[in-house]
């Protein structure tokens, strides 16, 4: 802890707990207590800021050294005001002003980061965009045109109705598959399958080409550990795809015959 | 008195001699038949209302409106998919209607190994045959079996094996082969078109049932229940609800019953949520050169219980025919659904069944995990080789019939051109990540027994330690009973209201 360290430190605090109380309400379900999570950060801040104040200031009061009570390598004031690096600033009462500012600023810090934490409606709006661009194109991947069922995902909507599903499903569940997105997606597990440091979007050069796409999606089926992961995205995959009318007549379903009673219905007395 | 959510603009409070969670199987029964005894009843529902016309057939619609989680309930490691229905009358919306009593040596077992006052065989006949006659159960006539029902008859015919048609709760059918997107003809006998409709005309406000309304949590005080809590979905926002009985009963079925006993604290000595079955069934598709239109007319009306506990009097396996329309029947297939579409095109040449197992594996349901609630489920040795000998046995009777080709629910796509292929079945084998495998059966968690030690309600329902709190569905089961289970929880509902009415004084002093 240091006057350098400090605010960036309790805004990353902030940040944290308002990103697990928010999943961990999301994921609980339980609509009594979604109003507990301004209460929880709240309660977390309330313990976070006064072990601040009370730790930084005992170190800049040299009371003890730092980092105290693992090792002794700074004296607390020189921490305090240099942060490690050869600033040379020593006490006087002008650091003492600027400390008692900075202390004063603490819970300020530790708020911020509780508010980004709290994904803001702007960025929940960027948030849900960028996950229906990775399931479109996981939609455009698994159904392309052509083969024996031959309109592509685009000719008949899939993408629009894999969204719309993600809308009717619980919460909870639609968080978990966003998360799932997301990680499907992220350059760095892409990068574990493929060796490619390419977003899942991003990985087919040529406009229209799914190749590369359907090759990470193979490598995921072979993985026992995703395979579970996978078949949650499937039922969303499936959905958008086999409940089109324009897919059903390739397959001869005959779909809805209500009001009236289906053409096959043997009339038995 | 139906009272949907969002007519709801602001919270409930109500006082009442009864309670009932669920409005399913038995939630509806047991307010119905409570009704009739002179008590005023409030039911719970958490799914939405729909009437036949609301039931268009198409499961884009459907799917999202009346089924618990759009569809989404998975058992792990398996990821074994669990169809439930959410929708007042439950899963009785959702179901392909089929009707078994349960089988006698499961009653036996109950009542010997569980130590289950009242429940033999001669105990509950008197049940079944009062549910059976609102049903209207019946055996599928055979003008009303399609071909692919027709096939697994002929199969087991051609292999000498016991089959039989379906018993059904349904009434001059339409046939039209999407029961389980909720019947638009009303034709089937759901609770929704029997034991509901009743309670409305012969009991109006005396049955009160709230749907789009969650039970949250169950108050305790003193060894009671007295007040049940819950949030309608109201038509602005969500609002509290808050019912006070003298009597509360947990119908939300298997998982649900659980779910909420966890959450109000009560974990029955640690049994709360354990031993659930699941009757995990694969199923394998059989191609015919000819067209077999399986989704054109009854889904599920025929059965082969040679190797069912009917037959040899201990557990096994029931070959069942079965259809579905396109998404849920592509969900039963091999490999990833982009392979999908050169499967799918064959779809009206296909015929198919599914393989009731027997469970003895069980299962458990924990509070937590990324959707709130942990469903893990994981076959034993000897449930993985009785599922292989199910697929094995339903691959012979398809060839019987004249298959060309067989294909399994297993995820490395596994055909078969002949009985000499069977043995690739074990090859692929039935693990965790080796086979497609669903449930629409869930059973167990809230068990019925002699004690608190080794169960969590007594023979008749009652939550062991709590005078007026009785759970009342399949969670009760002590085990999986190998056949559908339909019948069984509305026989009990029966005797459960039963029990309450004739102990009334007695449970809520």
Redesign the interface.
Known sequence: MSFLLDPFALLLIGYLAAKVNYLALI??????RRGQLRRNLFIVGGVVVPVFWLYSSLLYLDVIPFPWPLARWFGGTTWMLNSGLPLGLIRTPVTDGAAFLVFASYPFWYYLGTKFGLTSKVQQKRRLRERNRILTELVR???PRG???PPSADDVEAPR?AVH?LQ???T??E??LTILLFVFNSKLTVFLFTRKWRRFVDLDKDKGSTREK?KY??SW?SN?FL??A???L??V???AY??NAD??K?????????PN??P???Q?P | MIVEGKGIMHGVKETTEVCIIGSGAAGAILAWELAEKGHKVVLLEKGGYFQKEA??????EM??RIYK????Q?A??S?I?IAQGSCVGGSTVVNDAVCFRTPDPVLERWEKEFHIAGVGPADMKGYFEKVERRLSVAEV?P??INENNSILKRGCEILGWSASPNRRNCKSC?????CHLGC??GTKQSMLETYIKDAEAFHGDDVKIYSDC?A?SLITSSGRVDEV?A?IHGSTS?F?VSIKARVVIVSAGTFASSELLL?SGLNGNGQVGRKIALHPSPAIIADFDE?I?G???IPMAYHCSEFGMQKTGKKGYVIESVFL???QF??TLPG???E???L?????HYAMAGILLHDESTGRISL?????TFIYYRLTAEDSKLMIEGMQNAARIFFAAGASRVITSQ?KRTVLYGEDDLALIEERGVG??DI?LGSGHPQGGNRMGGGPRDSVVDSYGRFHGLQNLFVCDASVFPTSIGVNPQLTVMALAMRTAQHIGDNWGKIVT
């Open positions: 994921f609980e379900q339980h609509i009594h991947t698994t159904f083969g024996p069922i109705k599903l009717h499903i619980p909870a569940y968080e978990a359907r999606l193979e089926e026992p395979l579970g996978l078949k949650f499937e039922l995959l499936a959905y086999y409940t897919v059903w390739y397959i001869d379903y005959s779909g809805p015959s209500i009673d289906p096959w219905l043997k038995v | 039931f268009t057939q198409r499961e884009d799917i999202p989680n759009a569809g989404f998975f792990m490691p990821g998919i006539r003008d009303e339409r046939q039209c082969g999407l638009s003809y969650t949250e809590r949030v969500k509290p959450r067209e239109n989704n054109q007319g329309a396109p998404y592509l969900l990833y659904v982009y999908s579409k050169e799918m095109r064959r779809y009206n937590g995990g990324p959707f709130g995820r965790p990540t497609n």
